[in-house]
């Protein structure tokens, strides 16, 4: 059964659906390492989960969360110890020879009960001055490993924006420390890693000037669900809660929603049983409707979209955040908008004559983001969610 989940990860049977992309992944790991695209909230740390939960046969997968890591020997460090937290990774990593004899007092004083604290602050101070070589060396331990080893690392753009932010040099070195020990063929034998993220990864890359430290990825975009999916996870999801609806009701809620993006549907639907639960009405499509005007775009169900506004500050710049919030305003407005009106919004919030290529960036940037979306047939841009557009709206444009 698929459980009602609204904001963390899913697992087990709460994760409906990508059976196929799931697949994919576990056939492409055969012969590459991965770089998962996509923007939030589509599901990609549930992703991630699943591979860990259910390992294919002679795969050991681990989970990393990179977000908050602002070192390369941080990075090193957090390897180390889930390494650290498997009986036959353990094995291998401290019968190494030359494993830091300190730390390895550590973890056999605790077999049971491995104080990760101490072993991390140890590991650090070991890795401080040294963590290419030192890195290096314990990560290809693990080639003596039965099972192949993949590492999911999840948030990767932001742990590289963030350590570029304060050390950019080193950021390159890491760059490129990670693409060779990657393609390293006593690395790649045994190890994969998957590598996730919802900022746009390329563009972060391309203002380093180092796109090339990622060409030996093999993408893979996780995308909304296809309609057939959306329908039965929504009967799911009313099901698991003990509620039959009809393909009215279904219909509704796709159309509400516009893309078909799990979150928003889970949102919706708990939004939906809660209320008709709370007054005591039968759900009808009307029902579905006021909840969808009334309680997901309404202030109590603000804090699941406030991330979207407050994304924007991440972007580099303060001129790319004023000026996007000028554009998305605008947008909110209108179906659809020419390049060139918005140029000239851009302009306008940037207090510029000229600036092409950073109009071009920008857009890039809200592209990948999925705040809009271009359209080819007819060149113009429009928002990429109609929820989200429907939300900006409501607490950005009306406002005013
Ligand atoms: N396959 C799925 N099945 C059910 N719900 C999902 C699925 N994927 C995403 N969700 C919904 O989206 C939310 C965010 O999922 P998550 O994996 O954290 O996304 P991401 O890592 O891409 O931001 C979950 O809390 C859940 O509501
Ligand atoms: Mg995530």
Same mark, same amino acid.
């Given at each position: 059964?698929?459980?009602?989940?609204?904001?963390?990860?899913?697992?087990?049977?709460?994760?409906?659906?990508?059976?196929?992309?799931?697949?994919?992944?576990?056939?492409?790991?055969?012969?590459?390492?991965?770089?998962?695209?996509?923007?939030?909230?589509?599901?990609?740390?549930?992703?991630?989960?699943?591979?860990?939960?259910?390992?294919?046969?002679?795969?050991?997968?681990f989970y990393l969360d990179v977000e908050w890591i602002r070192k390369p020997s941080d990075f090193i460090v957090e390897i180390i110890t889930e390494l650290l937290s498997k009986d036959?990774t353990k094995r291998i990593i401290t019968s190494a020879r030359s494993f830091p004899k300190k730390i390895l007092d550590i973890i056999k004083g605790n077999i049971e009960e491995i104080e990760y604290a101490d072993i991390k602050i140890k590991l650090r101070e070991e890795l401080s001055g040294n963590w290419e070589e030192q890195g290096k060396y314990l990560i290809k331990l693990i080639e003596k490993s039965?099972?192949?080893v993949?590492f999911?690392v999840?948030e990767f753009?932001v742990m590289i924006?963030e350590m570029s932010e304060k050390n950019p040099e080193e950021t390159k070195t890491f760059l490129n420390w990670f693409?060779s020990l990657?393609?390293s063929?006593?690395v790649?034998?045994?190890i994969?890693f998957?590598?996730?993220?919802?900022?746009?990864?390329?563009?972060?890359?391309?203002?380093?000037?180092?796109?090339?430290?990622?060409?030996?990825?093999?993408?893979?975009?996780?995308?909304?669900?296809?309609?057939?999916?959306?329908?039965?996870?929504?009967?799911?999801?009313?099901?698991?809660?003990?509620?039959?609806?009809?393909?009215?009701?279904?219909?509704?809620?796709?159309?509400?929603?516009?893309?078909?993006?799990?979150?928003?549907?889970?949102?919706?639907?708990?939004?939906?049983?809660?209320?008709?639960?709370?007054?005591? $009405?039968?759900?009808?499509? /009307?029902?579905?409707?006021?909840?969808?005007?009334? +309680?997901? &775009?309404?202030?109590?169900? %603000?804090? !699941?979209?406030?991330?979207?506004?407050?994304?924007?500050?991440?972007?580099?710049?303060?001129?790319?955040?004023?000026?996007?919030?000028?554009?998305?305003?605008?947008?909110?407005?209108?179906?659809?908008?020419?390049?060139?009106?918005?140029?000239?919004?851009?302009?306008?919030?940037?207090?510029?004559?000229?600036?092409?290529?950073?109009?071009?960036?920008?857009?890039?940037?809200?592209?990948?983001?999925?705040? $809009?979306?271009?359209?080819? /047939?007819?060149?113009?841009?429009?928002?990429?969610? +109609?929820? &989200?557009?429907?939300?900006? %709206?409501? !607490?950005?444009?009306?406002?005013?």
């Amino acid at each position: 059964m698929t459980n009602i989940v609204v904001g963390s990860p899913v697992r087990n049977d709460n994760l409906y659906g990508r059976e196929e992309v799931i697949d994919l992944i576990w056939k492409k790991l055969e012969g590459s390492n991965i770089l998962l695209a996509a923007p939030r909230r589509f599901g990609k740390t549930s992703i991630m989960f699943n591979l860990r939960d259910s390992p294919r046969e002679g795969f050991d997968v681990f989970y990393l969360d990179v977000e908050w890591i602002r070192k390369p020997s941080d990075f090193i460090v957090e390897i180390i110890t889930e390494l650290l937290s498997k009986d036959s990774t353990k094995r291998i990593i401290t019968s190494a020879r030359s494993f830091p004899k300190k730390i390895l007092d550590i973890i056999k004083g605790n077999i049971e009960e491995i104080e990760y604290a101490d072993i991390k602050i140890k590991l650090r101070e070991e890795l401080s001055g040294n963590w290419e070589e030192q890195g290096k060396y314990l990560i290809k331990l693990i080639e003596k490993s039965q099972n192949k080893v993949v590492f999911t690392v999840d948030e990767f753009p932001v742990m590289i924006h963030e350590m570029s932010e304060k050390n950019p040099e080193e950021t390159k070195t890491f760059l490129n420390w990670f693409r060779s020990l990657r393609i390293s063929p006593e690395v790649f034998k045994n190890i994969r890693f998957v590598i996730g993220g919802s900022i746009g990864i390329e563009r972060i890359l391309n203002k380093m000037d180092s796109i090339a430290t990622i060409n030996d990825l093999e993408k893979i975009y996780i995308g909304e669900f296809n309609k057939k999916d959306a329908e039965n996870f929504i009967i799911e999801l009313f099901k698991s809660e003990d509620v039959d609806v009809d393909k009215g009701i279904v219909n509704k809620i796709l159309d509400l929603i516009g893309k078909h993006i799990p979150y928003f549907i889970q949102v919706l639907v708990s939004e939906t049983i809660k209320e008709s639960r709370n007054k005591d $009405i039968d759900i009808s499509r /009307e029902f579905v409707e006021k909840v969808y005007k009334e +309680k997901v &775009l309404g202030v109590e169900c %603000r804090t !699941y979209f406030e991330h979207y506004y407050m994304r924007l500050r991440q972007y580099s710049e303060l001129l790319e955040e004023k000026s996007s919030k000028a554009i998305l305003k605008t947008l909110a407005r209108e179906d659809e908008m020419k390049p060139k009106t918005l140029y000239q919004i851009y302009l306008k919030a940037i207090s510029k004559t000229d600036d092409p290529d950073g109009f071009n960036y920008l857009m890039g940037d809200l592209e990948n983001d999925f705040y $809009i979306k271009f359209n080819h /047939e007819n060149e113009t841009y429009s928002f990429a969610s +109609k929820i &989200l557009k429907d939300w900006w %709206r409501r !607490y950005y444009v009306l406002i005013e």
